[in-house]
């Protein structure tokens, strides 16, 4: 719902709404702003400005930082490298008015006090505009957004994926989650923070040996993270075989164990037990994991984006 309420600000301020990035952006009162909501439940809204005096830039400081106590709602409130920064927390269908009335406050303090809008990164007031890069929204100068497509492009050139290394990195990470399964399993729980820990690993280890991650290395550590649990249930189930025959049998081993899961699995209680452990193994991965999938996703989608927006 939140997103809606940032939609709706931005229909009653004239801001464009994009559903993509989850953002609103455009002109408000004179200055270029962007604002997002975030997985923390807030809104953060940058506005660029240019400030060079010292005493100024104290002044402003102290300005926003004075807001804090007329605002509940705002968390945070800043001025750093030509960037007021604000975060705001959602409390339900009074953030669109909240927003308003907080943006109008700051554009209003900005225009008295004659303070320009500019260039996230050089602080130029001229040719400015909102362009999309990375999948987020930044006030830039040409001049910044062509240094930073050329950037860009070489940094891509630069960097090559290696599926094979990926998918060796992802494997590798997922035993940190198999290890994990097995430990919970043993002290009779399933949580659902497994599940993520071996998203997590998954992806960050096909990352790291591949060099890059794409929407294909994405997809792939999925599928070896769902494989990989179900793995770690195979290998709970041979320790539980293990632990009850271990102490009619002196040579039956860990090894003895695992071999032993499918005869058991014949079993329609043990099957019916293990497919209930799986079941909710993968709905506590997927609800513990697709906030974090879907950012990763969002982030892979838009790593070579370059756009200009307004």
Known sequence: MPKN???NFAAQNGLSWDAKRGAAYGMFQDYRITALYLASKQY????????????RVAELAAYLNGLLSTYPALNHANFQNNTITISVKSEGAQDVDTLSRLLQEIAGHCRYNNYANCCKQCGSTENLSIYGVVGQCETLCSDCFEKYTVDLAQASAQKKDNPVAGIAGALLGSLIGVVLWVAVYQIGFIAGIVGFVMAVCCIGGYQKFSGKLTKTGLILSIVIAIVMLFAAEYISVGIEIYNVFKEYDVSFTIISGLRAVPTFLGESEILSAMLKDLA???????????????????????????????
């Not at 953060?44 to 005493?55: A, F, R």
């Not at 982030?299 to 984006?305: C, G």
């Open 5 to 7: 309420y940032l939609s």
């Open 44 to 55: 953060m809204v940058n506005m660029n400005v240019h400030v060079e005096e010292p005493e």
């Open 280 to 310: 909710i193994g993968y709905v506590l991965m997927a609800i513990s994991s697709v906030s974090y999938i879907r950012n990763v996703f969002r982030k892979t989608s838009n790593e070579q984006e370059a756009v200009r927006l307004a």
